[in-house]
Structures are given as structure tokens and as C-alpha cells.
């Protein structure tokens, strides 16, 4: 089979051969009855999806168009299909990998564990539901990769059961995600009584000839083309409440300092990194693809949106930026870190709202997609880190952790490198996808945007510098238990040397990323669906 068949093939069958992996798993372990089972098992599926989001991305590559796979032979768009282009199949390569490494953590880290069977029972489907959202070519399935994604994730959170805390968290991150969720299928009813369906690519063709019809001034299309486009402002505007939600943008970030340092370290790691990216893959999905510049939107308030987007992006940022410097809990202060970077990511997703200067959406549509990566490597690799000095020290209160980095300079060196990325410092890749940001808002002639992120990056500098001193730099204050990391602090610095690796390779990621944005995310993809659409 070449690589293009078998990337399709794999498109498709990824995320329901990793559900069969977590169904499975109960009753293997109860054969087995080996405690290390369920790991090793979690790891193998780890490395399936790993492997299989690679080959996709490759075959997305070579084959230069979007890869559909069809379930039950049902044509679009009559069944449900997988549509993967070079966005979401960059992004799935990206999550598979950085889950496989927390699942490697997670093997350091199964002295926690009670019942371990469950907690990979419920990693594996935390993959699963984030690459069935990067994959599907279906607004509906969409929705239900989101339960998935978060019926996984509130689990997770709640895993210490026998901490009040952790169930607190649980708690109110379940019950507005459930609510949330619930708004999101409203959005859908509106979408599929105004366009009679809710595959992507034929919403997104759908609205390109309603697009054109508005532009060719056919005066007896003209009050349905309005309702259309009030309609899409409804619908839009419910599901972007909810993506906002799971992502954690300001204001909607309230559950997320609680539900982050209360779930088991290699969690925080993953919803940190991996699951609010989700929220803003769906965001640029909605407004540049299905609802993009040549849809009835457009008309009716599509930049005004963007332009609330950019406002609170900034606001997120610079609220996160600021309470992390008030911070004792070192997981806490990750968590509004994470905050401050996803608001730093929608402001650069939101450009396309007053320029018209393709060359500048291109430019911050692919900064995005960087610090997405970016920040995603990093801020795993912190909470990681950090809990190695959490184990040490039996807390995750600074004040009553100093000095414990000197016991572990390995991880200490990571963990620096890992602080220093987010800071923007270079030759780290943080620097350069802020750069890009900068250059792409400078680009659009939006000074104030562009001056926005160097002093939400300098007052960032605060909270990440107080992390590390006290930590790593300050004199030890009591004995620590040496814990034995086999191995574990090698794999963070590998993964700390990874920032620099995508820093230094700068100019060639950039070209990469850039070629995805302009096919992908521009109105040259029209062409793609309609393809889909024979």
C-alpha cells in the first residue's frame, strides 16, 4: 500500500482502534493480573497513535490535498467523514507525541496510582477524544469527540478521589463543560435547520455560493441570505462560547487554576498542553474555514467577533501574566501561565479581523499555530518537572520547597530551559513564534496589538523568574527525600533541548507552517471541498 492509501486508511481508523484499546483494557488486566500491565498496555497504543498521526501528516504532505475518509461508505454529506488537511494533521502529530511522552512519565509517576487500570483506561481516552476532535470532518461528531475529550478529562481531575479538593475541581469543571457542551448542540440544531447539514466541507461550500450570491446583488436571495448570516452569528456565537470555555480563555478560565493543580501531575501536563489547544483548533476551524471570509458571516458582524476575540485575548494574557506573580502553588502558577498564553494565541488567531492585508493573516494565523506547538512542549515539559520537585518535597507550596532543583540539576536544567522558552528569551522557540506575532500585527499596521505581547511577555518574566528562584536557585531550608527518577529526568531535558532544536530551526518550520496556513485557512481551500463535495 503506498503512503497516501495507508495515511487515509489511518485517518480514519486511528481514533476508534484507540477506543478499543481503553475498552479493552479492563478485562486484560483482569487476565493478566499484572500491575505493570495497564501501563505497558497504555504505552503500546501511545506509540500506535504516535506513529499513525505521523504517517497521516506525512501522507497530507505528499498527497498535497485533504485526505477524507468516508465511514461506512456513506458519501459526504450523508455519513459522517474524517477530513484531514496539513492544520489539524500537524496538530494531531504534535498531541500524539507529547501524549506518549506523558504516558512514559506516567510510568515514573504510577506510584500514585491505586487503581491504574482506570487512570489509562481514561488516558487513552483523553487521546482518543482529542485527535477524533483534530480529525472529524463533522460538526456533530465534533460534539461528540468533545464528550469523549471531556467526560476523560473531568475523570482525570477527580482521580485522587480522596482529596476534597480534587473532587471540588472535578466538579465544576464537569458541570459548566456539561452546560457548555449542551450550548455547543443548540449552535448545531440552528446550523442544521438553516443549512440542512453539518458536514464541514459542505457547510463551507454552501456558504462560499451564498457568499457570491450576496456579492452578485440577486436581489430575490437577498432576505434569505440575511437570515442566513443572523443565524450563523447565533450559532457561532454559542459555539465559541463553548471553545472559548475549553480553552480557558479570559473570562472563561475560571475552572482552570482549580482543575489543573488538582489532577495528577501528568494531567496537568496534558490539559495544559494538549487539551485547551483543542478549543482553539475549533475556534479557527469556525471562523476561518467554515465561517470564513467568503461566507454570508462575513456580511454580518464576522470581524466584530474576531475583534472580542483580540480584546480578550489580550485581557487573558495580561490577567494570567499578573497572577502568577501572586502565586505560592507552583502547579497554580503554570495554570495561569497556560492563561496567559492561550490569550496570547487568540490574539494572534483573531488578526483577520480589520486588516486586509493577506499577508499579515497568513502571518499571524501561523505564529498561532507555533506558539500552539510551542507552548504546548513547554508548558508539558514544566508541569513535569515540576513534579519531580513536587514528589521531593511532599508540597507544591514554593515557599516550603526551596532550593529542592539542587538535588536534581538534570531536571533543574530543563525546568529552566522550559521557563526561559515561555519568557520569549532566544535562541528559544518561544522567542521566535512571538516574534512572529509582533511582525504579523506590525504587518497589519495594529502597533497596539504588537506592543501588547512585549509587555505581557515582560510581566510574565515576573512570575516564571520567582518559580525558578525559589526552586532552583535558592539555598535549601530543609532535608529533602532523594526520590529515585529512573531516567525520567533525560527525557525532560531531551524535551527541553527540543525548544532550542525549534527555535534554531526557525526559518524552516516557519516555511512549513506558513505553506499549511496559506492552503489551508485562506480562501484557496474553497476549491478542496468542493472536490469533497462531487
Known amino acids: 500500500m503506498d503512503l497516501v492509501g495507508l495515511a487515509h486508511d489511518l485517518a480514519g481508523l486511528t481514533v476508534p482502534v484507540l477506543a478499543l484499546f481503553a475498552f479493552t ?10 500491575k505493570r500491565f495497564p501501563a505497558i498496555y497504555a504505552l503500546i497504543a501511545m506509540i500506535f497513535a504516535a506513529l499513525s498521526s505521523t504517517i497521516v501528516f506525512m501522507g497530507t504532505r505528499v498527497y498535497g490535498k485533504p485526505l477524507f475518509y468516508k465511514f461506512g461508505g456513506w458519501p459526504p454529506p450523508i455519513g459522517i467523514v474524517y477530513e484531514v488537511d496539513g492544520f489539524n494533521a500537524i496538530l494531531a502529530l504534535f498531541t500524539a507525541w507529547i501524549m506518549l511522552l506523558i504516558s512514559i ?21 483523553l487521546n482518543a477524544g482529542m485527535l477524533g476532535c483534530l480529525y472529524t470532518g463533522d460538526v456533530f461528531n465534533l460534539f461528540v469527540m468533545l464528550e469523549v475529550l471531556g467526560i476523560s478529562a473531568y475523570a482525570l481531575v477527580a482521580y485522587h478521589k480522596n482529596k476534597p479538593e480534587a473532587l471540588e475541581a ?8 456539561a452546560t457548555a457542551t449542551t450550548i455547543y448542540f443548540i449552535g448545531l440544531v440552528v446550523i442544521y435547520a438553516v443549512y440542512g447539514t453539518l458536514n464541514m466541507a459542505d457547510l463551507t461550500v454552501k456558504n462560499y455560493y451564498l457568499y457570491q450570491a450576496q456579492r452578485s446583488g440577486v436581489a430575490l436571495l437577498s432576505n434569505t441570505i ?51 489547544n483543542i ?26 467577533v474576531l475583534l472580542v476575540l483580540l480584546v480578550l485575548g489580550f485581557l487573558g494574557g495580561l490577567v494570567g501574566a499578573l497572577l502568577m506573580i501572586a502565586q505560592k502553588d507552583i502547579k497554580r502558577l503554570l495554570a495561569y501561565s497556560t492563561v496567559s498564553h492561550i490569550g496570547l494565541i487568540y490574539m494572534a488567531a483573531s488578526i483577520g479581523f480589520i486588516t486586509n492585508k493577506p499577508e499579515a493573516v497568513i502571518l499571524g494565523l501561523t505564529a498561532m499555530l507555533y506558539h500552539i506547538i510551542n507552548h504546548g512542549l513547554g508548558k508539558a515539559l514544566l508541569f513535569m518537572a515540576s513534579g519531580v520537585f513536587i514528589d521531593a518535597a511532599g508540597t507544591r507550596n514554593m515557599d516550603e520547597m526551596r532550593g529542592v532543583g539542587r538535588l536534581y540539576p538534570i531536571t533543574s536544567l530543563a525546568f529552566i530551559l522550559g521557563f526561559l522558552s515561555m519568557m520569549g528569551l532566544m535562541p528559544f522557540a518561544g522567542f521566535f513564534s512571538k516574534l512572529l506575532m509582533y511582525q504579523a500585527f506590525m ?92
Open 226 to 276: 440575511a437570515a442566513v448570516g443572523a443565524s450563523s452569528l447565533l450559532a457561532v456565537s454559542l459555539a465559541l462560547w463553548v471553545f472559548t470555555y475549553k480553552s480557558a480563555l479570559f473570562p472563561n478560565h475560571f475552572w482552570l487554576p482549580d482543575a489543573h493543580p488538582e489532577a495528577p501531575t501528568p494531567v496537568s501536563a496534558a490539559l495544559s498542553g494538549l487539551v485547551v
Open 279 to 304: 478549543g482553539v483548533y475549533a475556534t479557527v476551524r469556525f471562523l476561518y474555514t467554515i465561517f470564513g471570509p467568503l461566507s454570508p458571516l462575513e456580511v454580518y458582524y464576522r470581524e466584530i
Open 170 to 177: 472535578s466538579m465544576k469543571y464537569a458541570i459548566i463543560g
Open 443 to 534: 504587518e497589519a499596521g495594529l502597533l497596539l496589538p504588537a506592543l501588547a505581547i512585549i509587555v505581557i511577555s515582560a510581566i510574565s518574566v515576573l512570575g516564571y523568574a520567582k518559580a525558578m528562584y525559589a526552586i532552583v536557585f535558592s539555598s535549601m531550608n530543609k532535608e529533602y527525600e532523594k526520590i529515585s527518577l529512573k531516567g525520567i529526568n533525560y527525557m525532560l531535558l531531551l524535551m527541553a533541548l527540543a525548544l532550542i532544536v525549534l527555535g534554531v530551526m526557525y526559518p524552516y518550520i516557519k516555511d512549513i507552517l506558513y505553506g499549511i496556513v496559506s492552503q489551508y485557512l485562506t480562501p484557496n481551500r474553497i476549491m478542496y471541498y468542493r472536490f469533497l463535495m462531487r
Open 25 to 34: 483494557l479492563p478485562l486484560l488486566a483482569k487476565l493478566f493480573g499484572e
Open 105 to 125: 512519565y506516567s510510568i515514573w509517576y504510577q506510584k500514585h496510582f491505586d487503581e491504574p487500570e482506570w487512570y489509562y483506561i481514561l488516558l487513552i481516552g
